[in-house]
């Protein structure tokens, strides 16, 4: 059974940093590329980062381009989203999935979620 676990969401003051981890169980990380999705109120969910299952190469939204590192520990068998200088408008809920689409980028093709983090950047 696949699972996914996020956690290290929190409140944190503009300009500040986070690290999401997103512990996974049931598969291995070669297998299954690995998203990260964001769900602010009232948005629709969007796709942040992904990083490939075999290739190791990542994706990222321009609106995270510079700021947000996503990276994976296969033996850990966690995915790591990596966020510095948050700004008010990364405030969401923060998921991490897994799917199998050709390209890791393919936002729409995830299959299997975790329950979500919340991230407040607030002052």
């Known amino acids: 059974q696949l699972q996914l676990v996020e956690s290290g969401g929190g409140l944190v003051q503009p300009g500040g940093s986070l690290r999401l981890s997103c512990a996974t169980s049931?598969?291995?990380?070669?297998?299954?590329?690995i998203g990260w999705f964001r769900q602010a109120p009232g948005k629709e969910r969007e796709g942040v980062s992904c990083i490939n299952s075999k290739t190791a190469r990542t994706n990222y939204a321009d609106s995270v381009k510079g700021r947000f590192t996503i990276s994976r520990d296969n033996a850990k068998n966690t995915v790591y989203l990596e966020m510095n200088s948050l700004k008010p408008e990364d405030t969401a809920i923060y998921f991490c999935a897994a799917g199998t689409s050709y390209y890791c980028s393919n936002y729409g093709s995830y299959k299997y979620w975790g329950q979500g983090t919340q991230v407040t950047v607030s002052s």
């Open positions: 049931g598969f291995t990380l070669n297998s299954y590329h």
